[in-house]
């Protein structure tokens, strides 16, 4: 751990890089943690196939350090004044690459890539199966980074041989861009992302050696795992001016939302609306595992002590959303959504389920696909839209549901973020649909602001009563929904979801 001593805090700010499914971001904060600017920049997405989704992980790396540059010029900020880096980043997606030229020897492959789920059946008949899921606190499911990276090793030309001979490098994408910035120096990641990998033992807190065993996963390939508010390593001069600025946080992104909306007391939750939708809770520092289709992960560590998390995981959220724009063309703009939404009384019986990658928790079904039902000659784009935001709104009560009986706890209240939250139809219907209130700060950037406190941590910039204040200009949707309504509705939509479940696997 490095320690840092800065002068003249309120002239020093954090760099949060926040690289997400679809873009990637980058926020400033100050040290009052006030979001000072913001630059985003979406990226390509490749389906090659049924079920596979990939990304240029070079395309990825540019697009988040453009966005940097652009942010510093925009603000005019010497990169001097920058005390640190948090990176945040999107979970499970896998990244190989060599590590004599740096360069990937194929595509990203994303965390909705469905193509090692033959492989994820075949586990779970096997003996490994009940030791993967008590020691990684996962399901056996192709989401994860372990099946993606075993692919990879088996179906490229020449990775096995390079993996064995110590040439491979592999990372989630908080470990590629830590690379990248430090010029090759550094492989490693946090326990939070290592956690997500389906490689990491919750209780040793290292790398498995009977599931690498079983992949046939060198060692060799695998990052370093550190504390969260670890000192990762600085920035290559050339990057940023001649400056080199330390990188001393890192997060999965939706730990980094639990952080950054402030659910440090065991209980406490919060929803990400992105291109999926995640509720994590703060379950302390005891582990607990769920029978019931939740996951168990690590929240973070901050120096010596790991806190740990259930997860409920919504594969398609904002990426319905998406997916109206580019797939359909009914609209331009995701703002478009909530006026259109508001523009007819009720989606007249109409449901989607967007299980264009499967359905996570509770029904963990890969061949899962999506189910627009109750069409007639009257339904518009305004109904498919509505039904779209609603069917969020519905995959949440599902996992809330299932949170308040595997954990005893009754949720009387949840704290939102993330993109899909600036909509206010959606989150009143979200209120009305879960009949608890929804509270979402003012910043709903609770991933880069996560990733900032992190960082902040690292250096001494923040200290642990920076967290402690609740975040600011927070607003409350209350429910107004009539019970018998409610039961209607969610009812309808738990029927349109049978519907959708096990469709790959049947056609």
């Known amino acids: 751990m490095a320690f840092?001593?800065?002068?003249?805090?309120?002239?020093?700010?954090?760099?949060?890089?926040?690289?997400?499914?679809?873009?990637?971001?980058?926020?400033?904060?100050?040290?009052?943690?006030?979001?000072?600017?913001?630059?985003?920049?979406?990226?390509?997405?490749?389906?090659?196939?049924?079920?596979?989704?990939?990304?240029?992980?070079?395309?990825?790396?540019?697009?988040?350090?453009?966005?940097?540059?652009?942010?510093?010029?925009?603000?005019?900020?010497?990169?001097?004044?920058?005390?640190?880096?948090?990176?945040?980043?999107?979970?499970?997606?896998?990244?190989?690459?060599?590590?004599?030229?740096?360069?990937?020897?194929?595509?990203?492959?994303?965390?909705?890539?469905?193509?090692?789920?033959?492989?994820?059946?075949?586990?779970?008949?096997?003996?490994?199966?009940?030791?993967?899921?008590?020691?990684?606190?996962?399901?056996i499911d192709s989401y994860f980074s372990a099946t993606?990276?075993?692919?990879?090793?088996?179906?490229?030309?020449?990775?096995?041989?390079?993996?064995?001979?110590?040439?491979?490098?592999?990372?989630?994408?908080?470990?590629?861009?830590?690379?990248?910035?430090?010029?090759?120096?550094?492989?490693?990641?946090?326990?939070?992302?290592?956690?997500?990998?389906?490689?990491?033992?919750?209780?040793?807190?290292?790398?498995?050696?009977?599931?690498?065993?079983?992949?046939n996963i060198p060692e060799s390939i695998l990052p370093q795992v550190k504390p969260s508010n670890s000192y990762f390593g600085e920035t290559l001069p050339s990057l940023f001016n001649g400056y080199s600025i330390p990188i001393t946080g890192m997060l999965g992104d939706q730990q980094a939302a639990l952080f950054g909306q402030r659910c440090l007391e065991p209980g406490e939750l919060k929803n990400t609306y992105g291109t999926g939708c995640f509720m994590l809770m703060n379950i302390g520092e005891n582990i607990t595992h769920s029978?019931?289709?939740?996951?168990?992960?690590?929240?973070?560590?901050?120096?010596?002590?790991?806190?740990?998390?259930?997860?409920?995981?919504?594969?398609?959220?904002?990426?319905?959303?998406?997916?109206?724009?580019?797939?359909?063309?009914?609209?331009?703009?995701?703002?478009?959504?909530?006026?259109?939404?508001?523009?007819?009384?009720?989606?007249?019986?109409?449901?989607?389920?967007?299980?264009?990658?499967?359905?996570?928790?509770?029904?963990?079904?890969?061949?899962?696909?999506?189910?627009?039902?109750?069409?007639?000659?009257?339904?518009?784009?305004?109904h498919i839209t509505r039904a779209t935001l609603e069917s969020i709104a519905y995959q949440t009560r599902d996992i809330v549901e299932l949170m308040s009986n595997a954990s005893g706890i009754v949720i009387k209240k949840i704290k939102a973020d993330g993109g899909a939250s600036a909509n206010e139809f959606l989150m009143q219907f979200q209120s009305d649909i879960l009949d608890i209130p929804v509270y979402r700060p003012a910043i709903t950037e609770a991933t880069a602001l996560g990733a900032a406190m992190m960082a902040g941590l690292g250096v001494g910039f923040y200290d642990k009563t920076d967290l402690k204040s609740d975040l600011p200009g927070r607003k409350v949707f209350m429910p107004k929904m009539q019970d018998d309504l409610r039961s209607k509705l969610y009812g309808n939509w738990k029927k349109a979801v049978q519907k959708s479940l096990g469709w790959a696997r049947e056609n």
């Open 4 to 139: 840092f001593i800065f002068r003249d805090m309120d002239k020093k700010y954090i760099l949060s890089f926040d690289q997400g499914t679809s873009s990637s971001r980058v926020v400033l904060f100050d040290r009052y943690q006030q979001q000072l600017g913001m630059e985003q920049l979406e990226f390509s997405q490749y389906y090659p196939m049924d079920g596979w989704v990939e990304h240029n992980a070079e395309e990825i790396w540019t697009s988040q350090i453009k966005v940097a540059k652009q942010l510093i010029g925009k603000l005019d900020i010497n990169p001097l004044a920058i005390a640190a880096i948090g990176i945040a980043n999107q979970r499970e997606t896998t990244v190989v690459w060599d590590r004599e030229t740096g360069r990937p020897i194929h595509n990203a492959i994303v965390w909705q890539d469905r193509r090692t789920a033959p492989l994820c059946d075949s586990i779970r008949n096997n003996p490994i199966a009940s030791h993967i899921k008590k020691v990684t606190g996962l399901v």
């Open 148 to 215: 993606k990276l075993n692919w990879i090793l088996e179906n490229i030309p020449g990775a096995r041989q390079m993996a064995d001979n110590g040439r491979l490098a592999f990372g989630t994408i908080d470990t590629w861009l830590l690379w990248k910035l430090t010029g090759g120096k550094v492989h490693a990641t946090d326990v939070s992302n290592a956690s997500r990998t389906m490689l990491f033992n919750l209780y040793s807190m290292d790398w498995d050696r009977d599931i690498l065993n079983y992949f």
């Open 291 to 382: 029978d019931d289709g939740l996951l168990t992960t690590v929240a973070w560590q901050i120096d010596d002590k790991p806190v740990y998390a259930l997860e409920g995981s919504v594969f398609i959220a904002g990426a319905s959303v998406k997916w109206l724009r580019d797939g359909l063309g009914l609209i331009k703009t995701a703002e478009e959504t909530e006026k259109l939404a508001r523009s007819v009384e009720d989606s007249m019986g109409l449901y989607l389920v967007p299980a264009f990658s499967g359905l996570g928790a509770p029904y963990w079904d890969m061949y899962a696909r999506g189910v627009l039902i109750g069409i007639t000659q009257a339904t518009t784009a305004a």
